[in-house]
């Protein structure tokens, strides 16, 4: 069996793309930099977010959702991902009360968390951004209460909050999708 029977698709893609740039020119030197921090950007509601490529696993276009009734408004159901069950959050209306209106350009952020995965329906992925040691210098707090437990510091121009999925879902909040 070879080696990449064993990983997911998205590590498996990333592994192509390490192969790949390995060829390119000078850019071995700019990946390998200290201070450097990949992330993917996305859009939820009208704020800009960033969170760790590591923490995200897969981006999806929204599959067909199962609705389960009893739950909070921001659990849109669930979606069968390659034979799993998935619940899906629209993480906008969870952060802000604000329903995310589907497009063609909203896309779910696919998130491991103890006992699973869950999806996060976002308006829009903008890919990968990398943060580099003078970016973390010149961050800025967040001030939104709201985002201000999940959220480390707003960094780059336009200010991009960095959004730790490992703090939103170990949550008590996020982790009790049934309604109260």
């Known amino acids: 069996m070879s080696q990449t029977a064993t990983l997911s698709p998205f590590e498996i893609l990333a592994r192509y793309e390490r192969l790949s740039l390995v060829h390119a020119s000078d850019t071995p030197e700019k990946l390998e930099a200290p201070g450097l921090w990949r992330g993917i950007g996305y859009r939820a509601g009208s704020r800009l977010f960033v969170s760790g490529i590591d923490e995200i696993s897969e981006l999806l276009a929204v599959p067909v959702l199962t609705p389960v009734p009893g739950t909070q408004a921001w659990l849109l159901g669930v979606a069968n991902v390659r034979g799993n069950l998935v619940p899906v959050i629209d993480l906008a209306r969870f952060l802000f009360g604000e ?80 309604a109260a």
């Open 99 to 178: 329903r995310t209106i589907q497009t063609e350009r909203t896309r779910l952020l696919v998130v491991r968390q103890s006992g699973g995965n869950v999806a996060l329906m976002v308006d829009e992925v903008f890919g990968q951004r990398t943060v580099d040691a003078e970016q973390r210098r010149t961050a800025e707090q967040e001030d939104d209460p709201r985002l201000a437990r999940f959220v480390e510091d707003r960094v780059g121009e336009p200010r991009l909050a960095v959004f730790s999925m490992g703090k939103l879902v170990r949550a008590p909040d996020f982790r009790q999708a049934a």
